[in-house]
Every structure is written in structure tokens, then in C-alpha cells.
T-cell receptor, first 114, second 109 residues
Framework: DSGVTQTPKHLITATGQRVTLRCSPR?????VYWYQQSLDQGLQFLIQ???????AKGNILERFSAQQFPDLHSELNLSSLELGDSALYFC?????????????FGPGTRLTVL | AQRVTQPEKLLSVFKGAPVELKCNYS??????LFWYVQYSRQRLQLLLR??SRESIKGFTADLNKGETSFHLKKPFAQEEDSAMYYC???????????FGGGTRLMVKP
């Protein structure tokens, strides 16, 4: 599968803990985006990286951080977890386009904080 | 601030009936709009984008700048169209997508 991949698929942890979500973009894509999908907030943009550099920031909490590595995979780190952080976390990737980069989504990581 | 509104959380129609999923946006610049679909237990997939003006799986969407709308339409719904549909607006300055709350389409046999 040459699409966007995310690991793990499911993650169950306790409040106060820290987790790392991983994303591998489509082959050749330089941009990686992270989104949070929750029942009450819907689908929200968190952060974008382009070729290793942070490019855009959305509604990302200070307890969350991300990075993109030289091989272009990205990790989203969530710390001091709270119950409200339970959500589906999507990664998307895109290649440089003309005006707008079409984003291709991964299958998501479902995080449950108990 | 930009915003995308999908007023219907759930839309239920019978197979063969026309479908219109509503999307309204607010954005000060020139909008770039998308429709994404999420079938059960699958990832979000791009359905169509307004600049390409193409029809995918029989769906079309026309950008109406006067009414700030980008409604998704299909003349004859099929059961396999049942899914969550998200309208999204691309922010050139912020380089990000803003999504609407989504509409769940249920097509009954």
C-alpha cells in the first residue's frame, strides 16, 4: 500500500500518560498534516510539516507536539493526557501542487484515555 | 475567521431519490473547497474539489459565491453512498483545511 499509513491503529492509555503516534506519508509527498476528530469538536487541524519544517499550526494544545524526520515520516506526541484527548487522530500528506495541495488521509489512530 | 457549516448532521433518503448535502462557508479570500467522504471504518477520501469541476461517483458540487455555498448533489442515491460527508475549505494563508461538522448520509433500500 503506497498510501498514508499510521500506527498504531488503536491506543488505550491512562490519564497523565504520554503517547506517540506515527505517520508515514505517501511516497514522494513532502507535507504531513495532523488532525484530531472528536465527537464534540469534529475534525480539527492540528499542525503541518513540510520537508521537516513546521509550516502551519492550528488548534494544537501545548501538551501536544510533532516533528517530521529526514525520511519524511512524522510523529505526534501527546503528553499529560486527559480524558478529553480521546479521539481519532488522522494524518494526511500531500505533494506540492499548483494552487492547492490535495490531502490524502491515513486510516487514523484511535486514542482512548481512561 | 473562516468557517464551514454543514447544517444537517443526518440525511436519510431512499435509494433512487435525489440527494443534496448542504455546505456553507465564510471566508474573506477566494475559496478553495472540497468534499471528502468517509465510508464506514475507512479513511477520509477526497470526493471532489471545486476547481477541477469533475463529477465523481455521480456527485457534483457547484460553488456559489453569492450564497457562499458548495452543496453536494447526486440525482439518484445508491445504497453504497451511505457514509459521512465532510465539506472542507482550504486556507491559503494558513495552509490548512477547515472542515465542517459532517453530514451522515443514509440511503435506505
Amino acid at each position: 500500500d503506497s498510501g498514508v499509513t499510521q500506527t498504531p491503529k488503536h491506543l488505550i492509555t491512562a490519564t497523565g500518560q504520554r503517547v506517540t503516534l506515527r505517520c508515514s506519508p505517501r511516497s514522494g509527498d513532502l507535507s504531513v498534516y495532523w488532525y484530531q476528530q472528536s465527537l464534540d469538536q469534529g475534525l480539527q487541524f492540528l499542525i503541518q510539516y513540510y520537508n521537516g519544517e513546521e509550516r502551519a499550526k492550528g488548534n494544537i494544545l501545548e501538551r501536544f507536539s510533532a516533528q517530521q524526520f529526514p525520511d519524511l515520516h512524522s510523529e505526534l506526541n501527546l503528553s499529560s493526557l486527559e480524558l478529553g484527548d480521546s479521539a481519532l487522530y488522522f494524518c494526511a500528506s500531500s505533494a506540492p501542487g499548483q494552487l492547492t495541495d490535495t490531502q490524502y488521509f491515513g486510516p487514523g489512530t484511535r486514542l482512548t484515555v481512561l | 475567521a473562516q468557517r464551514v457549516t454543514q447544517p444537517e448532521k443526518l440525511l436519510s433518503v431512499f435509494k433512487g431519490a435525489p440527494v443534496e448535502l448542504k455546505c456553507n462557508y465564510s471566508y474573506s479570500g477566494s475559496p478553495e473547497l472540497f468534499w471528502y467522504v468517509q465510508y464506514s471504518r475507512q479513511r477520509l477520501q477526497l470526493l471532489l474539489r471545486h476547481i477541477s469541476r469533475e463529477s465523481i461517483k455521480g456527485f457534483t458540487a457547484d460553488l456559489n459565491k453569492g450564497e457562499t455555498s458548495f452543496h453536494l448533489k447526486k440525482p439518484f442515491a445508491q445504497e453504497e453512498d451511505s457514509a459521512m460527508y465532510y465539506c472542507a475549505l482550504y486556507n491559503n494563508a494558513g495552509n490548512m483545511l477547515t472542515f465542517g461538522g459532517g453530514t451522515r448520509l443514509m440511503v435506505k433500500p
